[in-house]
C-alpha cells in the first residue's frame, strides 16, 4: 500500500523559511518521481516543482524559482521541499505525490502572515 506523509507546515512570517517533508512508503521510491502541489482557498491546485526519479533533473513554477528547492533522500524515502523568502501568496495547503501511480498524501498547511 502506497503511503505519503507530509509535515513540517506552520506559521511563519514574510521572509522567513520552512522545510516540508514527505515520508514515503509502500513501493520502490527511488524508482519514481515526486511533486509537490498546493492549493490556496477558492484556488485551483498547482504544481509546485516536480523532481524526476534518482534526483537527476527538476521543474519549479515560475512563482517558486530561486526560492524554493526539492530535494530527495533515497535512502530514507523522503522529499523535502525548502522554502525560502515565503510570501503571503505562498499560502496554502501544501501536497506531495507520486504522480504516475495517483497517490496523494494528506497534505500540510502554510500561513505566511506578519
Known amino acids: 500500500q502506497v503511503h505519503l506523509v507530509e509535515s513540517g507546515g506552520g506559521l511563519v512570517q514574510p521572509g522567513g523559511s520552512l522545510r516540508l517533508s514527505c515520508a514515503a512508503s509502500g513501493y520502490s521510491f527511488a524508482n519514481f518521481g515526486m511533486s509537490w502541489y498546493r492549493q490556496a482557498p477558492g484556488k485551483e491546485r498547482e504544481l509546485v516543482v516536480d523532481v524526476t526519479r534518482f534526483g537527476t533533473g527538476t521543474n519549479y513554477a515560475n512563482s517558486v524559482m530561486r526560492r524554493f528547492a526539492i530535494s530527495r533522500d533515497d535512502a530514507k524515502n523522503i522529499v523535502y521541499l525548502q522554502m525560502h523568502e515565503l510570501k503571503p501568496e505562498d499560502t496554502a495547503v501544501y501536497y506531495c505525490?507520486?504522480?504516475?501511480?495517483?497517490?496523494w498524501g494528506q497534505g500540510t498547511q502554510v500561513t505566511v502572515s506578519s
Open positions: 505525490t507520486v504522480r504516475e501511480l495517483g497517490v
